[in-house]
């Protein structure tokens, strides 16, 4: 039988922060990197030029139709000699991440905006408001009531797919769990830690996406 022996991890535990603390930091940039990017695409999707909304919908369904791991190996190995340019494996996983929850925000944000009645537009156009001041005062705070559980989600999932990070050998969480398993040659209680911090940082953000969705009645 295994002897369990978490006590074996005592010399790594400044590794395993560092590495929580690098996939939070990830987690982080690259959702409001990606929220940026989803909220102008899926504005813009919503009365674009023919030519454009191609465009734009090529983006969004290239980075949703292909597996996250395939893309960060593309872009840090493919990209830099494509463009002529070296390429960190950080500044990759940055852009591939960012990318690639953008893809998926568009799509919120697109949606949300379009579940608002169209009858909000023409009050507001009725009482003399301009387009602008009739999203920013009207249609954005219901789109968002519609869209706030699907983000929490998405940024649930955002924060699983940082691990991805670890096959380019930025020091995430997960990275460092492989570091520590080849030095201390215990790996089940390693990768047990990891996928409790996981569940640590998960767990509530699940909760508070679950309590969001009921008192809005979302699932209606």
């Known amino acids: 039988m295994y002897s369990w022996d978490f006590s074996a991890l005592q010399p790594y535990w400044g590794l395993i922060w560092n590495g929580l ?4 930091i990830y987690t982080l940039v690259t959702v409001a990197a990606g929220a940026a990017i989803g909220l ?3 504005i813009l999707r919503l009365n674009a030029a023919r030519w ?11 980075f949703r139709c292909t597996p996250l ?3 960060l190996v593309w872009v840090y190995y493919a990209l830099p000699v494509l463009i002529g340019v070296d390429m ?3 500044t990759a996983c940055f852009i591939t991440l960012s990318l690639y929850a953008g893809s998926f925000y568009a799509e919120i944000f697109r949606g949300g905006i379009l579940a608002v009645d169209k009858g909000q537009w023409e009050a507001g156009r009725a009482i003399g408001m301009r387009r602008g001041k009739i999203f920013r005062r009207i249609i954005l705070p219901q789109a968002v009531q519609v869209m706030i559980p699907s983000l929490i989600n998405q940024t649930v999932l955002q924060l699983k ?3 991805l990070v670890s096959v380019v050998a930025v020091s995430d969480l997960l990275y460092q769990g492989s570091v520590i398993t080849a030095a201390s040659y215990r790996p089940l209680e390693v990768y047990t830690v990891i996928a409790v911090l996981y569940f640590a940082v998960l767990f509530p953000l699940t909760l508070v996406a679950d309590r969001i969705e009921a008192r809005m009645g979302a699932h209606k």
């Open 21 to 24: 603390g690098t996939t939070v």
């Open 40 to 42: 102008v695409v899926g």
């Open 52 to 62: 454009l909304d191609i465009l734009l919908r090529a983006y969004i369904e290239v």
């Open 69 to 71: 791991l395939v893309q």
């Open 88 to 90: 960190s494996a950080a």
């Open 161 to 163: 797919n940082t691990s």
